[in-house]
């Protein structure tokens, strides 16, 4: 195995814990508060400190989300990317990804917005989709008065947060509305888990059964083989925006997000894949972990300025 030594430390140390039933697990997170699933965040010793020249402001949409606002001062309209936390549709809210939302600030001088999305089991789909269309028109509705250039506009996201954006983007497409560009960063693409990894993966970090339970809360009853929940068997991939496709080799999610790349580039898409193979799931929630993150933080930068 070919993880860095601190991960596969705390990679053991968590399947341990799991093993004898002290680790997360769907069933705790089940029976944890709505209220501290939403205030979920990494180890403070595990990310960065934010740039000092972002500025957070937090809102909320006509329907109630909460949105929280990422930018740097500037003196002329912003790219816009909305950008979507994971947490298995069911864990996480700012304090998740405000390390990740603020550095995508500071590094592209884009604008970023985060959502505090409803979460399953209590909210299965197609809640977290309509709370991403209010913050998109709550977005719409303030371009002017914020200094948004929504015309040069990106959907991103890490984990259920990458499903949740190929989701949207996908809605966006058939509705006509135009994207410059769409952020996979290890996304889950298909609820049917009929790829290898989705079948049968047993390395560190999450399995296919706890990935099933899952899935199971966010679809609820809906058809786990909707597009809207695995984009990855929507019928046309045509006609999407350029795309960047991240993924981690120690994954359940590992080979979806790859045939999505596939796909993608099959239908004349614009689409970057870039694996990597010596890190596990969920890099850029732990990234001081990490060495050479830098270079994947540079990767996901390049892309998102090239393309807004």
């Given at each position: ?128 989709l309509e709370d991403l269309e209010s913050a998109l028109a ?42 410059s560009a769409q952020l996979l960063i290890y996304p889950a ?62 994954d359940v999610l590992h080979d979806e997000g790859e045939a ?49």
């Amino acid at each position: 195995m070919s993880l860095p030594p601190k991960v596969h430390a705390l990679m053991g140390v968590t399947d341990f814990l799991t093993k004898v039933g002290l680790g997360v697990t769907p069933e705790k997170i089940k029976a944890t508060s709505m209220e501290k699933r939403l205030a979920s965040a990494p180890p403070k010793w595990s990310i960065d400190p934010h740039p000092a020249d972002v500025i957070v402001t937090d809102h909320e949409t006509d329907s109630g989300i909460r949105v929280r606002l990422f930018r740097v001062p500037a003196n002329t309209p912003q790219p816009f990317l909305l950008y979507i936390h994971g947490g298995g549709w069911s864990v996480g809210g700012f304090p998740s990804t405000d390390h990740i939302t603020a550095r995508l600030a500071h590094d592209t001088g884009i604008a970023v917005l985060a959502v505090e999305y409803r979460l399953a089991p209590e909210h299965p789909y197609p809640a977290a989709l309509e709370d991403l269309e209010s913050a998109l028109a709550w977005a719409d509705a303030h371009a002017g008065d914020l200094g948004f250039d929504m015309s040069r506009l990106a959907v991103g996201g890490d984990s259920a947060g990458g499903n949740l954006a190929a989701a949207l983007t996908l809605r966006l497409r058939d509705s006509g509305r135009p994207l410059s560009a769409q952020l996979l960063i290890y996304p889950a693409l298909d609820a049917t888990m009929s790829t290898p990894s989705g079948q049968s993966y047993s390395g560190p970090g999450a399995k296919p059964a706890a990935l099933s339970t899952v899935w199971d809360w966010y679809a609820g009853g809906a058809d786990r083989a909707n597009p809207e929940i695995s984009p990855l068997l929507a019928p046309d991939v045509s006609g999407l925006p350029p795309t960047l496709v991240m993924t981690a080799a120690y994954d359940v999610l590992h080979d979806e997000g790859e045939a999505y790349a596939v796909r993608l580039r099959e239908a004349g898409v614009p689409t970057t894949f870039v694996d990597h193979p010596d890190w596990p799931h969920a890099f850029f929630s732990l990234p001081k972990l990490y060495p050479g993150i830098d270079k994947a933080w540079q990767t996901v930068a390049d892309f998102l300025r090239r393309n807004l």
